[in-house]
T-cell receptor, first 114, second 114 residues
Framework: DGGITQSPKYLFRKEGQNVTLSCEQN?????MYWYRQDPGQGLRLIYY???????QKGDIAEGYSVSREKKESFPLTVTSAQKNPTAFYLC?????????????FGPGTRLTVL | KNQVEQSPQSLIILEGKNCTLQ??????????LRWYKQDTGRGPVSLTI?????NTKSNGRYTATLDADTKQSSLHITASQLSDSASYIC?????????????FGKGTKLSVKP
């Protein structure tokens, strides 16, 4: 998983609660990403950031929020507004987000809403 | 609409046999295509990247091909091993823009049996 850590590995949440997923990288990468993976579907981009203090919405940003206060960290908050949050969440980073840049993925966090 | 279709959805082979996974895309303009390997419950790991001018690229027992005219790619696995059991994801990056708009296939789940 190449220097990207995600915690916790498993997370359980009650309906109506906000929860924050951690993503840290020590690869000195400028760009970081959050994806959601559901069974039988391709990865879908939630948010991405190419530089500290800046981030852009992906295809499914509704009900999620992020911050990028430090280069190494890109936490994702799943809010109560996300209607179907149970999924596998993957964080990734890349050197600078350019054309042939490789994205390196973390081990993922499996979120289950009870 | 930019899409990436992979086939088959799942595949079971015996250890030591070869197999080929397919990826068709409708992404235009095209920048590059990657194959990722994702072990169950883990993050994807990049196997190869292919740009428009590349036809074949190998990474050990993995060989990827690209036909940019027909918009097809394949991943050939030679002399399969039990550790090859995983999902293989085809990812296409459209030309222009940032890495925020990668198009992910749904993956092919490969099971290698002894």
């Amino acid at each position: 998983d190449g220097g990207i850590t995600q915690s916790p590995k498993y997370l359980f949440r009650k309906e109506g609660q906000n929860v924050t997923l951690s993503c840290e990288q020590n690869l000195n990468h400028d760009a970081m990403y959050w994806y959601r993976q559901d069974p039988g579907q391709g990865l879908r981009l939630i948010y991405y950031s190419q530089i500290v203090n800046d981030f852009q919405k992906g295809d499914i940003a509704e009900g999620y929020s992020v911050s990028r206060e430090k280069k190494e960290s890109f936490p994702l908050t799943v809010t109560s507004a996300q209607k179907n949050p149970t999924a596998f969440y993957l964080c990734a980073s890349s050197i600078d987000g350019t054309r042939t840049d490789t994205q390196y993925f973390g081990p993922g966090t499996r979120l289950t809403v009870l | 609409k930019n899409q990436v279709e992979q086939s088959p959805q799942s595949l079971i082979i015996l250890e030591g046999k070869n197999c080929t996974l397919q990826c068709n895309y409708t992404v235009s303009p095209f920048s590059n295509l990657r194959w990722y390997k994702q072990d169950t419950g883990r993050g994807p790991v990049s196997l190869t990247i292919m740009t428009f001018s590349e036809n074949t690229k190998s990474n050990g027992r993995y060989t990827a091909t690209l036909d940019a005219d027909t918009k097809q790619s394949s991943l050939h696995i030679t002399a399969s091993q039990l550790s090859d059991s995983a999902s293989y994801i085809c990812v296409v990056r459209p030309g222009g823009g940032s890495q925020g708009n990668l198009i992910f296939g749904k993956g092919t789940k490969l099971s290698v049996k002894p």
